[in-house]
C-alpha cells in the first residue's frame, strides 16, 4: 500500500491536479505548496497529490527493467520497478482521485533525478495520462542509455492530445558523470526533431549555473509558471 500526501487548493478550486514524486522528502512539497500562491496568481492553484517512496526504494520505483548485466554491478539488483508505478499511477491513483474529486481540467506530474527518468518514462508509456510532464535532471545514463533507445523508439506521430513537456539539466555532466550530459542531449535532439504541432516542448540547460540540488526549484518554477 503507498501513502500519499494531499494538499487540496487553497481556493477549494479542483479543477487542476498536479502530482508530485518523491513526496517523502518534506521540502520538495513545501516548495510546490508555497510557490503556488506567489507565482501561480490564482491562475493553476491545483490539488497537489504527493506520492511517497522509500529512498532505499528509488532506483525500483523509478527505472524500468535493466537490460544490462554491468547495470546491476554498477547499482545493484533493487531495480525495474517502473511499470509497477506506472500501474498504480494509471490503475489505481488517478480513477480514486477522480472518483473522489471529480474531473479534473489538466493533469501534471513532476519528477526530479530518477523521478524526473521516471516521469519521461511514463511520457512514452502513456502520454495519454496527464497533459503536462515535468522532468527535472532526470537520469538517462542509465543501463547504458536505456532511455536513448526507448526514445529512438518511440513513435512521436501517434500523439494526438496536445501535451507539455519540459526538461531541464544541471552540472552532472561535470559533478556526477558525463553520461548524464550525453544522455540528456541525445535525447533532447530526438525530442526537437519529432517536430510534432501536439507537443509543446520546453528544454533548458543550467549547467553553467545550477547543481543537481537547485535546480528543483529553478525548474519548478519554470515549467509551471
Not at 200 to 215: L, M, Q, W
Amino acid at each position: 500500500m503507498r501513502e500519499n500526501v494531499i494538499i487540496k487548493p487553497e481556493h477549494n478550486n479542483l479543477n487542476d491536479l498536479l502530482i508530485i514524486l518523491d513526496a517523502q522528502d518534506e521540502a520538495k512539497m513545501n516548495l510546490v505548496r508555497g510557490n503556488i500562491p506567489f507565482l501561480a496568481f490564482n491562475v493553476f492553484d491545483p490539488l497537489i497529490v504527493g506520492i511517497k517512496t522509500n529512498p532505499a526504494m528509488r532506483g525500483y520505483d523509478f527505472l524500468p527493467e535493466c537490460k544490462e548485466n554491468d547495470t546491476i554491478l554498477k547499482r545493484g539488483d533493487n531495480l525495474g520497478g517502473a511499470d509497477m508505478l506506472f500501474n498504480y499511477i494509471k490503475t489505481d491513483l488517478l480513477p480514486s482521485l477522480e472518483s473522489e474529486f471529480g474531473y479534473f481540467r489538466t493533469k501534471a506530474i513532476i519528477g526530479w533525478s530518477l523521478g524526473g527518468s521516471f516521469v519521461s518514462y511514463l511520457f512514452i508509456k502513456d502520454n495519454d495520462l496527464f497533459d503536462a510532464y515535468i522532468a527535472i535532471s532526470p537520469n538517462f545514463e542509465y543501463d547504458k542509455f536505456q532511455f536513448v533507445e526507448l526514445y529512438n523508439k518511440f513513435n512521436f506521430s501517434a500523439i494526438l492530445n496536445n501535451k507539455f513537456l519540459y526538461m531541464c539539466i544541471a552540472d552532472e555532466g561535470r559533478t556526477i558523470s558525463k553520461d548524464w550530459e550525453i544522455g540528456f542531449d541525445v535525447i533532447s535532439k530526438i525530442i526537437k526533431d519529432s517536430k510534432i504541432d501536439k507537443l509543446h516542448i520546453v528544454i533548458e540547460n543550467f549547467s553553467k549555473t545550477e547543481n543537481h540540488i537547485s535546480i528543483y526549484p529553478l525548474g519548478l518554477r519554470n515549467a509551471l509558471f
